[in-house]
T-cell receptor
Framework: KAGVTQTPRYLIKTRGQQVTLSCSPI?????VSWYQQTPGQGLQFLFE???????NKGNFPGRFSGRQFSNSRSEMNVSTLELGDSALYLC?????????????FGSGTQLSVL | AQTVTQSQPEMSVQEAETVTLSCTYD???????LFWYKQPPSRQMILVIR??????QNATENRFSVNFQKAAKSFSLKISDSQLGDAAMYFC???????????FGTGTSLTVIP
């Protein structure tokens, strides 16, 4: 079974631009979560999508948004990029339908904002 | 909101020796899950071990075991017979019984010395 796939692996943008990151979950998984990882901050929860609906949201500004498609693939968008948005963005999928949930992560997209 | 604290930014261990990574958390909930994830240089987070709060018995997975102290809100990871492949960043994580949001610590970087 294929794992969680994130594209692209690396991305370089300049301040003010926008960016879209993609995540394909494990087949059969309906929940996709996004996390921002920065040195010293650990992983910060961005949001979770389940069956094309945002089910939970972290404490990030509205510049961060996402969506999920009917095939459970998800995209995350960051508009008006700031230097502080430079980070590793990790996507994780899970079944999403039970209490006994385990997250399976992709290898992340490393975003650099210049 | 729940918080997870890893007070050891870096740890090192001799190959074949035992090392313990510390994690504490803060919550008012009585039922929850705790996890240890490993992030090697490939960046992909890998689940190492999981503990259910209502189970008193400490979880064990081969060379990995935990010391779960619910009253103290402590969840340490013990790695026995350390191997070079254990070198990675280790993250402690908390998840409520209901909902799919995970809270992560800031990580401990483990070096294994040959």
């Amino acid at each position: 079974k294929a794992g969680v796939t994130q594209t692209p692996r690396y991305l370089i943008k300049t301040r003010g631009q926008q960016v879209t990151l993609s995540c394909s979950p494990i087949s059969g998984h309906r929940s996709v979560s996004w996390y921002q990882q920065t040195p010293g901050q650990g992983l910060q929860f961005l949001f979770e999508y389940f069956s094309e609906t945002q089910r939970n949201k972290g404490n990030f500004p509205g510049r961060f948004s996402g969506r999920q498609f009917s095939n459970s693939r998800s995209e995350m968008n960051v508009s008006t990029l700031e230097l502080g948005d430079s980070a590793l963005y990790l996507c994780a999928s899970s079944l999403g339908s039970g209490q006994d949930e385990k997250l399976f992560f992709g290898s992340g997209t490393q975003l650099s904002v210049l | 909101a729940q918080t997870v604290t890893q007070s050891q930014p870096e740890m090192s261990v001799q190959e074949a020796e035992t090392v313990t990574l510390s994690c504490t958390y803060d919550t008012s909930e009585s039922d929850y899950y705790l996890f240890w994830y490993k992030q090697p240089p490939s960046r992909q987070m890998i689940l190492v071990i999981r503990q259910e709060a209502y189970k008193q018995q400490n979880a064990t997975e081969n060379r990995f075991s935990v010391n779960f102290q619910k009253a103290a809100k402590s969840f340490s990871l013990k790695i026995s017979d350390s191997q070079l492949g254990d070198a990675a960043m280790y993250f402690c994580a908390y998840r409520s019984r209901i909902g799919n949001q995970f809270y992560f610590g800031t990580g401990t970087s483990l070096t294994v010395i040959p």
